[in-house]
């Protein structure tokens, strides 16, 4: 079994003309509900620390995000992954590639953090029947029935858990 949890970084300054996008930071709200759900990650979704690998986007929001996940799970640095193709647009069958190129496959859970609408795009794409929106700082958790991560396709996943601050 394979499982994605995918979360979207927690809520960051508003947009303005002063800070780019790329820049824009966690609020201490941001904060604050990304360790609620983070926590509650943990408790959900119990994993075994060594079969967990991270991809997150590199915007300094998600990049904030994953690193409370990160120390929450006690996540190695060798088993995290930054990419600036999180923040872009990423087909679905971009983002499949993506994974085996990356996700050893002895990783048994994937955590992707990034953003709207490319993860609630995603998560809707690879899950039967699921049709979500992920706020800041949501989590949802899609499981596969395969063994490897090149076994993953579009509409077989179930949703396992949906948490929220």
């Known amino acids: 079994m394979k499982k994605i949890v995918f979360i979207r970084h927690g809520k960051a300054e508003s947009a303005s003309w002063d800070v780019d996008d790329f820049d824009r930071q966690l609020t201490p709200e941001g904060v604050y509900n990304t360790e609620q759900v983070s926590s509650k990650v943990s408790v959900s979704a119990p994993m075994t620390l060594s079969n967990v690998f991270m991809i997150r986007s590199d915007a300094k929001r998600a990049y904030q995000s994953s690193e409370i996940y990160k120390n929450r799970l006690n996540i190695a640095d060798e088993s995290c992954a930054i990419s600036h ?42 899950a039967k029947d699921l049709d979500c929106w992920l706020s800041t700082a949501n989590a949802i958790c899609i499981e596969f029935n395969v063994c490897e991560w090149i076994d993953l396709s579009v509409r077989s996943g179930e949703p396992i858990f949906s948490l929220f601050p």
């Open 85 to 126: 193709q999180l923040y872009e647009d990423l087909t679905t069958n971009d983002f499949l590639d993506l994974i085996v190129k990356w996700v050893p496959s002895h990783k048994d859970t994937l955590l992707v953090v990034g953003h709207n609408p490319m993860l609630s795009m995603l998560s809707n794409q690879l």
